[in-house]
Each structure stands twice: as C-alpha cells, then as structure tokens.
C-alpha cells in the first residue's frame, strides 16, 4: 500500500478478480463484434488502466482512442461536461465502444453519448468497468457492465481521489 494511504478503506475488487472481470467481459465482446472492427473510445482519465487491459484481452481486431472531459464550472450534478481533449479520429461508420472506468450519476456518459450519436457511427455502445448501484438520473444504457457496487467512493485501477491514487492496482473504498 502506498505510504499515503492512510484514509484508503476496505477492498472491493482485489487484483485476481479485476483479472477475472476484464477477461469475462473481453470474451463477452469479441463474441459479440465477431467478424467486426471494434473502435474503442477511453475516457480519460479514469478507464486509462482498464481499457489497457481491455483491449489485450479482445480477439478481435481493434483500433483505440480517446477523449477527455471535464463538468462545467462547480456544477457538476447538472451533467454539463466540456471536452478538454476531443477524439483524433472520425468514428462516422465506425462500430464505437465507449469505455468508462465508472458510471455513477450516468451523467457523464449520457453527454458523450448525445455527442457521439451527431457524428454517426455504425453502432454505439458502452462498457464500464464499474457501475454504481443507485438511481441515476439519465437512463443511459451500460451495456456491459463489470461489476455493480454500492454508492460508495472508490479509488484504484485508474480511479482517483484528487488524482491519487490511480495507480492502486486494486479497487478500494476511500475512507
Ligand atoms: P457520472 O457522470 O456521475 O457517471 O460520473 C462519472 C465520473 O465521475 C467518472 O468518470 C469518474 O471520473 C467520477 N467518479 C464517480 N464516482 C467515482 C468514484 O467512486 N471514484 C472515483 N471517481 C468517481
Ligand atoms: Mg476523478
């Protein structure tokens, strides 16, 4: 554990299980873009490590890309989100999977979503390693999902606290 971490809390996922869930969801989505090319998009920071993992454990062709976003000023629960770094490439025609570290509020993936859906991709869906179990405010589809937990604050495996703690190659409860 790192020297900082002293308000780190109960583990969630442990290093064998996140293997485990990367590698059942990878198997998931090769079977279904089988005979397709598969675009990823990673939203940065938080789905760095996973979608990294993610990505190896495809048998699938696949090509990768990024965007960046940040909420509106301090209003982050009114789901406005800027692009600090938008996408390199076009994805018009493109089979697009969006790859969050965490869906909490949905907010953010609704956006991106909305944004996406402009620009005319073949197909649009979303894989998020985490997914908060609480009422969300957007009904965003997550279509694949690797594990449920409950609304608690959780770093590790790309999620931060203030930008620690992304590093942890393990999920854990923040305080
Ligand atoms: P949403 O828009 O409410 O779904 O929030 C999504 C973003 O909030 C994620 O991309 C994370 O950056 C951040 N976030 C939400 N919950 C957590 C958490 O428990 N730990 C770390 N980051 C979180
Ligand atoms: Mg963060």
Do not use: W
């Not at 690797?146 to 999620?159: K, T």
């Amino acid at each position: 554990m790192p020297s900082d971490g002293a308000d780190l809390g109960q583990v969630l996922l442990d290093e064998e299980t996140i293997r485990t869930e990367v590698a059942r969801l990878a198997a998931r989505i090769s079977r279904d873009y089988a005979d397709r090319r598969l675009h990823l998009v990673g939203v940065l920071k938080g789905s760095a490590i996973f979608v990294a993992d993610l990505v190896r454990a495809l048998t699938i062709p696949a090509t990768l890309d990024f965007i960046s976003v940040t909420p509106y000023g301090q209003v982050t629960s009114s789901g406005v989100v800027r692009i600090r770094k938008d996408l390199d490439d076009p994805i018009e025609g493109k089979d697009v999977l969006v790859v969050e570290g965490i869906c909490a509020s949905g907010l953010t993936l609704s956006y991106l979503l909305r944004n996406f859906q402009t620009r005319h991709p073949a197909s649009l869906k979303v894989c998020a390693f985490l997914a908060k179990q609480k009422s969300r405010p957007t009904n965003v589809r997550v279509d694949y999902v690797g594990r449920d937990i409950p609304d608690v604050f959780v770093v590790g495996y790309g999620l931060d606290a203030n930008e620690r703690y992304r590093n942890l190659p393990y999920i854990a409860r923040l305080g």
